[in-house]
């Protein structure tokens, strides 16, 4: 089970705060006198907006919604002194203090901390109406406060306290017992998870669950929020500060659109070769130089890796896809990927990597409203697993291109064709080259062969008319990669009076055309009528790839014999 791999994290390469504590900003320190007298109010931060909610602790933690749940001796102004901010309702506010000041005092009995006491005392004496005039006027109940006695903070710096925290969220004395899914453990579980997960696409920003229950229907058996997939407090909040910590840090996760997807391994290894986002050429070239199918290591590392795929729907978080494998299938895995995606540049330079945004995006007129996570998800799938990307963006590709090939078979959506087309058992070497016969046979061979037609036959009539409105290209690329036989013998009787007009006036260029349109049509003894769509991606690379190489050809001197 995926979580249990988080939790495994947590335990192995994670330095845990305390239970049930993370870090939070605070805003005000209440400085306290030890027999419970406010001596003064210490602002912290608010000089930028980089520390505008105050000064970052570690302090108690505990996920609420809607519902009263007071954090303990650390949390915004209306738990803590019971201020009301414009849009509360008072009776609403009166509650939260009320549940904050019984917590403090429970606090206080069970440990005995002098700091704590004296927190209680305060509160024991505290007025909201009659003292506010004792604190600053700028002071806003929507941030952080906690409290200072003596030089000790409390929330923060006191044992004590974090053991009866512990104990107090860990369901002592209450809460349904159950089989815990990720520890096999009997005992306490909670109903709603601890820790919010963060910085998901389109997440809520307070976070959202995991697990959730968010209609009757899914509470069958009284199994309401996180009960109906039980996980104990403890490992829920060790998945949920892993996921966090994924989330957060730059090397391990991946965004595309509205999907985010994060990877770690069992024991920590440089994972540089999982840069899908955006891959460097150097590091692409160094991957794919070194050995990489696992069945031929002599020192195979049985390192494990995990990736879970999660986007979000308010406030609550979807998993997408999930793996676990080992670091060398998945370095191999991605080498391939790689690999197969090479193609070479529209103008006959060297191929460049793409990253799954990229390559996904290139299918789509406007990526930010029609790319969906499932697209998005079909490709990491692809990468991770070794498969084929979702046939359907293979049509996608294939259908923009028929918009304006010149404008709109870009070097990305070539890459991804020809990625699809190899995973589908499509040979597809040597592509990266400027060759214009990559080895294919039958069928595939004649759909190549025909897009490097068309692309000479555009050539032929821009050598002989220059620049038109309409090129035949623009005219007749639908019909041509769809039903070849339809249309290419109109189209070489055209070109033949092209090709008179430049045997009369540019003798060197006829004679290259003409030889390679003698080439093309050699290896094509009948047009096909129809073509499928996988071999119209091979018509579609056909005509890509010769119209690099002649891009290429077209940077060095005019052929011997074109008029000067």
């Known amino acids: 089970m995926i979580l249990t791999r988080l939790v495994e994290f947590a335990d192995t390469q994670m330095r845990l705060p305390p239970e049930m504590y993370d870090h939070q900003p605070v805003r005000y320190l209440l400085e306290l006198s030890m027999d419970g007298t406010l001596e003064g109010v210490t602002p912290l931060g608010g000089n930028d907006r980089t520390d505008q909610r105050g000064v970052s602790f570690l302090l108690p933690h505990i996920a609420r919604s809607n519902n009263v749940r007071a954090k303990l001796l650390a949390d915004n102004g209306e738990y803590v002194l019971g201020l009301a901010r414009e849009t509360s ?41 009659q003292d506010r005039a004792r604190l600053p006027a700028d002071l806003d109940p929507a941030y952080n406060v906690t409290f200072r006695v003596g030089g000790i903070l409390p929330a923060a710096d006191l044992p004590a306290v974090r053991d009866f925290w512990a104990r107090h969220t860990g369901g002592e004395g209450g809460g349904p017992v159950m089989t815990c899914l990720i ?49 104990s407090r403890i490992a829920g909040e060790k998945f949920g500060k892993a996921l966090n ?17 994060v990877f770690w391994t069992r024991e920590a290894v440089d994972t540089f070769w999982m840069n899908l986002e955006q891959p460097e050429a150097a590091s692409v070239t160094n991957l794919l130089r070194s050995p990489m199918d696992p069945s031929k290591r002599g020192d195979l590392d049985e390192n494990a890796f995990y990736a879970m795929g999660l986007s979000a729907s308010g406030g609550r978080a979807i998993i997408r896809d999930t793996l676990e494998s080992t670091v060398p299938t998945a ?51 692809a990468a991770l697993h070794g498969g084929a990307p979702p046939q359907h963006l293979l049509l996608r590709a294939l259908q923009r291109a028929r918009v304006d090939p010149n404008e709109t078979l870009t070097h990305p ?45 555009e050539n032929v009539q821009r050598a002989a008319l220059g620049s038109v409105n309409a090129s035949i290209v623009d005219r007749y690329y639908g019909r041509a990669s769809s039903a070849p036989a339809s249309v290419f013998g109109p189209l070489l ?27 093309i049509l050699a290896t094509l003894p009948s047009f096909p009528k129809a073509l499928t769509v996988p071999e119209q991606g091979l018509f579609a690379l056909g005509y890509y790839h010769q119209r690099a190489a002649q891009r290429a050809a077209s940077k060095l001197p005019a052929p011997q014999g074109d008029a000067q």
């Open 413 to 457: 959506r070539a890459a991804l064709i020809k990625l699809i087309l190899a995973r589908t058992g499509v040979n597809m070497t040597h592509m990266h080259e400027l060759n214009p016969a990559p080895p294919l046979e039958g069928r595939e061979y004649a759909a190549y062969q025909c897009g490097r037609l068309l692309a000479v036959l």
């Open 331 to 381: 370095k191999h895995n991605i080498a391939r990927w790689f690999e197969d995606q090479r193609i070479v540049g529209p103008w006959g330079d060297e191929p460049r990597p793409f990253g799954l945004y990229t390559l996904t995006a290139s299918v789509f007129r406007d990526p930010a409203k029609e790319m969906l996570a499932q697209h998005s998800s079909g490709m990491f799938h």
């Open 89 to 129: 309702r008072p009776d609403h506010v009166a509650e939260r203090h009320r549940h904050f000041k019984d917590l403090v005092q429970t606090c206080a009995k069970v440990t005995r901390e002098p700091a704590v006491e004296a927190v209680a005392r305060f509160l024991e004496s505290w007025n909201p109406g």
């Open 183 to 231: 520890t096999g453990q009997e005992g306490p579980v909670e109903a709603r998870l601890p820790v919010k997960i963060k910085r998901i696409p389109e997440g809520q920003t307070a976070g959202t669950a995991l697990v959730s229950a968010n209609a009757e229907a899914f509470t069958a058996y009284g199994l309401d929020a996180s009960l109906r997939s039980p996980i």
């Open 493 to 519: 009787d055209r070109a033949q009076d092209h090709l008179g007009k430049l045997r009369r006036t540019r003798g060197g260029t006829y004679h290259a055309l003409d030889a390679r349109l003698t080439d």
């Open 245 to 261: 910590y994924l989330l957060a840090t730059r090397n391990h996760h991946i965004r595309v659109g509205s999907v985010i997807y």
